[in-house]
């Protein structure tokens, strides 16, 4: 069984004995479906083929041994990266710009290793497999291919132009970003939430489910709009968010670094405090490629220049543009409260 999907450009091809699996990737990704004005056509001239079959187990012994150890449970050869993880043996190989993921159960012998294939199977996490199979073999080709890279934070269109807030996890970006694009859908649209793309001139809309903790609800007004809950993941539930309430890519205009405090401030910060913040931010949530094996293809890079460079010199000019500012937010205040103290800066 596959699955086709469009993914800034790449043809995507997903092939699965895991009928859970394809349905994880068409619901999760469904923003990239097909190509369009708001998916642009970033990654033309590549191709992104991810097989992940279940009945199907690898022996992998062979492959390993022709290999070159760099670390725990990963390997590299001519032009393909290995690793293990898990039950699971992942080979990647890179030709030009195009990417040709194989992911297998491990071949084991014996009634436990039948038992544990059984277990392991009732268990599988496959929101997390599609991010590690699909979504960041993208993040790889963005970085490698355009010098597109990520943070950790929201973002919508306003008037135009990115409010990107960014930072750690649990301080209100998500929950901010959405209550503003279902208060004002016509004004205000959504671009991302968690994984925030960026270059050094615009903003990218990434748009995966929107995942909404139940006691949230409370926070957001018209949340009849996201419509029915796809799943429900650890207390969460994930929506499918209207594509007509997402934004194609738009240059930013501010920058906001929320923080709980005991009292709500707003103060402006110079480039390098924000570059720090971000990038801690970064390393403290580890989501992203970068911390998974998939980070490990940038050996196979050998001599085509520092990426991390690249990475740090972008976000240099990308904040050179804009202006940055920390946000104390108060316990219990909502979105709307901390909004409202901060439209004097947008304005």
Not at 21 to 46: I, M
Not at 79 to 89: A, Q, S, V, W
Not at 129 to 137: A, E
Not at 141 to 159: P, Q
Request: charged share 25%; hydrophobic share 40%.
């Amino acid at each position: 069984m596959n699955k086709e999907l469009n993914i800034f450009g790449a043809r995507t091809t997903i092939e699965s004995n895991e009928q859970d699996f394809l349905d994880s990737v068409a619901g999760n990704l469904y923003f990239f479906s097909k190509a369009g004005d708001k998916n642009p056509a970033l990654l033309s001239n590549t191709s992104l083929k991810v097989s992940y079959l279940t009945d199907r187990q690898a022996d992998h012994g062979q492959e390993i041994a022709a290999c070159r150890k760099i670390g725990n449970n990963v390997y590299i050869g001519e032009n393909k990266c290995i690793y293990l993880e898990g039950n699971l043996f992942v080979r990647i190989v890179k030709q030009g710009n195009d990417l040709e993921i194989s992911a297998r159960p491990v071949r084991k012998k014996g009634l436990k290793s039948k038992i544990g294939r059984l277990i392991r199977r009732r268990k599988t996490d496959y929101f997390q497999l599609v991010r590690k199979l699909v979504i960041f073999p993208v993040f790889y080709l963005l970085e490698a291919n355009c010098g597109i890279f990520l943070l950790h934070g929201s973002a919508v269109n306003h008037a135009g132009k990115a409010i990107v807030m960014a930072g750690l996890a649990g301080i209100g970006k998500t929950t901010l970003a959405i209550a503003l694009t279902l208060k004002d859908p016509g004004g205000i649209r959504f671009l991302s939430d968690n994984f925030l793309l960026f270059d050094q001139d615009n903003i990218y809309p990434f748009p995966e489910h929107i995942r909404l903790h139940d006691d949230l609800r409370s926070f957001i007004p018209n949340t009849d709009r996201l419509g029915q809950p796809i799943v429900r993941r650890f207390k969460r539930s994930h929506y499918a968010l209207d594509g007509r309430l997402i934004s194609g890519k738009v240059p930013p205009q501010v920058l906001f670094l929320p923080s709980l405090a005991r009292e709500p401030y707003l103060r402006e910060v110079p480039a390098h405090v924000a570059i720090d913040r971000l990038l801690l931010a970064n390393d403290h949530v580890k989501e992203f490629h970068t911390y998974h094996y998939m980070g490990l293809l940038d050996y196979l890079n050998y001599g085509s220049g520092s990426l991390y460079a690249r990475r740090l010199d972008t976000l240099k000019s990308l904040l050179s543009k804009i202006k940055s500012y920390e946000v104390g937010i108060a316990k219990g205040e909502k979105p709307y409260e901390w909004w409202e103290r901060i439209q004097n800066v947008i304005s």
